[in-house]
């Protein structure tokens, strides 16, 4: 018997791609890192690649004294996504990490990958900025946390947003 094409269309319609976001970078060959501190471990990175376009109000501002505030919990600004830029604990929802993560973010209507113009950001970086996200995002590190224990496996990078 021959399907109809009325039948299959649907199904067709509504089969998400097969890979939305292509990572740049395997993370999982970088080491992890543990109780990141944001102002000496991340914001270093945006102070480099970032500030020269995100260093003032109005246009997410990056630099250090606004970073912080401008990205936690705050809302996407771009309406192709329902995410936070830094949704504490959860990569896979920050908006952040999937700018400089996804190598193909325009086939997403999600704007360009960061920074724009420039290369990537290096493999260990963007580790670093996912761990803090997954760690909860803190605004410094745990004073109590001598040790990082860091004998567990790398956590796998989170799977791409539907
Ligand atoms: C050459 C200028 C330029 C540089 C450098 C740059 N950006 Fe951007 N960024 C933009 C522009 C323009 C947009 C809005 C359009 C878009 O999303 O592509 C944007 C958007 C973003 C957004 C989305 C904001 C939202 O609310 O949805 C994030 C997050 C971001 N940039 C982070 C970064 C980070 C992190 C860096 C450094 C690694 C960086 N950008 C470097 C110009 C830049």
């Known amino acids: ?11 067709v319609l ?5 890979h939305p976001c292509a990572p740049v970078f395997d993370l999982s ?3 992890e890192y543990q109780n990141l501190d944001f102002a000496t471990d ?5 102070d ?7 260093g003032f109000a109005g246009n997410l501002d990056l630099s250090a004294t ?8 705050v809302p996407s600004a771009n309406p192709f996504n329902a995410m936070d830029r830094v949704e504490p604990g959860d990569p896979a929802q920050s908006f952040l990490f999937w700018k400089i993560n996804c190598s193909n973010p325009a086939a997403l209507n999600w704007g ?6 420039g290369p990537p950001l290096a493999a260990q970086d963007q580790a670093r900025i996912m761990d803090w996200i997954r760690e909860g995002a803190a605004a410094a590190k745990d004073p109590l ?8 496996a790398r956590p796998p990078q989170p799977p791409p947003p539907p």
């Not at 606004?66 to 919990?73: H, P, V």
């Not at 360009?112 to 113009?117: L, V």
């Open 1 to 11: 018997m021959r399907l109809k094409p009325l039948a299959v269309l649907p199904l």
């Open 14 to 18: 509504t089969a998400p791609p097969a």
């Open 66 to 73: 606004q970073s912080y505030a401008n990205l936690l919990n």
């Open 145 to 152: 946390r001598v040790f990082r224990h860091g004998f567990e």
């Open 42 to 46: 991340i914001q270093p990175i945006f």
């Open 29 to 31: 060959a970088t080491p």
């Open 48 to 54: 480099v690649a970032c500030v020269g376009c995100h």
């Open 112 to 117: 360009s990958m960061m920074p724009i113009g």
